[in-house]
């Protein structure tokens, strides 16, 4: 898996964009780009993955730079719900989940 | 629709005593995993089950660890006997199979404490 590294903690004002960095500079061409968050008290959950190209669903966008070096993850306009802790994980096909520690965002009323 | 179950929420015993957490996946996701997650720390996966089969048990810590997924559906993580460094949440994801198999949904955890 390619080890990823994101800074430990943001903030974020409410109804801004809030953009998690995640630089995975080792990555293989054939690996991933997953984002899954952890809510207090909550199991973690899945919110989008890719591999090349930019993606976007109904949580989020993922933005992947061209070289696959870093990715970020924008929320388009954060609430206060979407304090939690974000992680980037990068793997290949199915292998297992590896989280590291992640990004702690806090969204600011 | 029902997402992931586990039950107990919140569990105390103390050391040498063996605790039991059980696991209901969502209905038709035939994989199913258990993992561990440390205060401040991120999940650790203890176990991957596709259908009954233990795919993936390399970090579970057999001497006092087992688990058991009859039928291919519920499944049940034990630990016997428990030692104060066990204390951690414990969580159950389930998924389909594939590619997909990244897309995991995860219950709320178990969080036991032993004293």
């Known amino acids: 898996d390619a080890k990823t590294t994101q800074p430990p903690s943001m903030d974020c004002a409410e109804g801004r964009a809030a953009n998690l960095p995640c630089n995975h500079s080792?990555?293989?061409?054939?690996?991933?780009v997953y984002w899954y968050r952890q809510i207090h008290s909550q199991g973690p959950q899945y919110i989008i993955h890719g591999l090349k190209n930019n993606e976007t669903n109904e949580m989020a966008s993922l933005i992947i730079t061209e070289d696959r070096k870093s990715s970020t993850l924008i929320l388009p306009h954060a609430t206060l719900r979407d304090t939690a802790v974000y992680y980037c994980i990068g793997l290949f096909g199915n292998e297992k989940l590896t989280f590291g520690t992640g990004t702690r965002l806090t969204i600011i009323p | 629709e029902a997402g992931v179950v586990q039950s107990p929420r919140y569990k105390i015993i103390e050391k040498k005593q063996p605790v039991a957490f059980w696991c209901n996946p969502i209905?038709?996701?035939?994989?199913l995993y258990w993992y561990r997650q440390n205060l401040g720390q991120g999940p650790e996966l203890l176990i991957r089950y596709e259908n009954e089969e233990a795919v993936d048990d390399s970090q579970l810590p057999k001497d006092r660890f087992s688990a058991e997924r009859l039928k291919g559906v519920d499944s049940t993580l034990k630990i016997q006997p428990a030692e104060l460094g066990d204390s951690a949440v414990y969580l159950c994801a389930s998924s389909l199979l594939g590619l997909a198999a990244n897309e995991q949904f995860f219950g709320p955890g178990t969080r036991l404490t032993v004293l």
């Open positions: 209905s038709g996701h035939n994989t």
């Open positions: 080792t990555i293989s061409g054939n690996e991933y």
